[in-house]
């Protein structure tokens, strides 16, 4: 079964201080996504990539960076975290093609004080 | 500018009756559109999908319609169960060369009351 890792799952940070979300994918899929998910908003996109060395920005893509050192592994980094940057962060890999299935993680919950 | 809109924002329903959640979007582009169904702690799971191509699609208790004209579709829950408590979202996509972003509607928390 496809499987996608977040780490950590809760987080608490400071802010101006940098934080960094991880997520690990065992199902060799091309594509990785990072959104967020806040009530009434829904889930929005901020980074995704297509492959191994390869970022793009997504629908709101302000405050955050990503990295995406690997087939397995993407990062997204918050590097100066404020407070509007509290959410829920789901990580999802999916391959290509229209009409492949998109695997998501459990979700880190990020709170910045 | 959200491109997906999905209503209602939350809805209660009596175990047995039938749900009804819909969504519209503006992108004549989108080709795709799949359901996606979220229990609390976890991350969504695909429920269900239909391609542009087709008006409906059916899964079990679970049927999707799309209607490409008004650039709607909906999903229909019958003999909802307590079980189908979770937030459900909507959702479109573009595939471009083989690379897809899906786009998301807000979301819609059911609750099924037994």
């Known amino acids: 079964e496809a499987a996608v890792t977040q780490s950590p799952r809760n987080k608490v940070a400071v802010t101006g201080g940098k934080v960094t979300l991880s997520c690990n994918q065992t199902?060799?899929?091309?594509?990785m996504y990072w959104y967020r998910q806040d009530t009434g908003h829904g889930l929005r996109l901020i980074h995704y990539s297509y492959g191994a060395g390869s970022t793009e920005k997504g629908d709101i893509p302000d405050g955050y960076k990503a990295s995406r050192p690997s087939q397995e592994n993407f990062s997204l980094i918050l590097e100066l975290a404020t407070p509007s940057q509290t959410s829920v962060y789901f990580c999802?890999?999916?391959?290509?093609?229209?009409?492949?299935?998109?695997?998501f993680g459990k979700g880190t919950r990020l709170t910045v004080v | 500018q959200q491109q997906v809109r999905q209503s209602p924002q939350s809805l209660t329903v009596w175990e047995g009756g039938t749900t009804v959640l819909t969504c519209s979007y503006e992108?004549?582009?989108?080709?795709?559109f799949p359901w996606y169904q979220q229990f609390p702690g976890e991350g969504p799971a695909l429920l269900i999908s239909?391609?542009?191509?087709?008006d409906k699609k059916e899964d079990g208790r679970f049927t999707t319609f799309f209607n490409k004209r008004e650039k709607k579709l909906s999903l229909h829950i019958i003999d909802s169960q307590p079980g189908d408590s979770a937030t459900y979202f909507c959702?479109?996509?573009?595939?471009?060369?083989?690379?897809?972003?899906?786009?998301f509607g807000q979301g819609t928390v059911l609750s099924v009351i037994p």
């Open positions: 992108d004549s582009t989108f080709n795709y």
């Open positions: 999802a890999s999916g391959d290509r093609g229209r009409d492949t299935e998109v695997f």
């Open positions: 959702a479109a996509l573009m595939a471009t060369g083989g690379n897809n972003k899906l786009t």
């Open positions: 199902n060799n899929h091309n594509n």
């Open positions: 239909i391609l542009s191509v087709s």
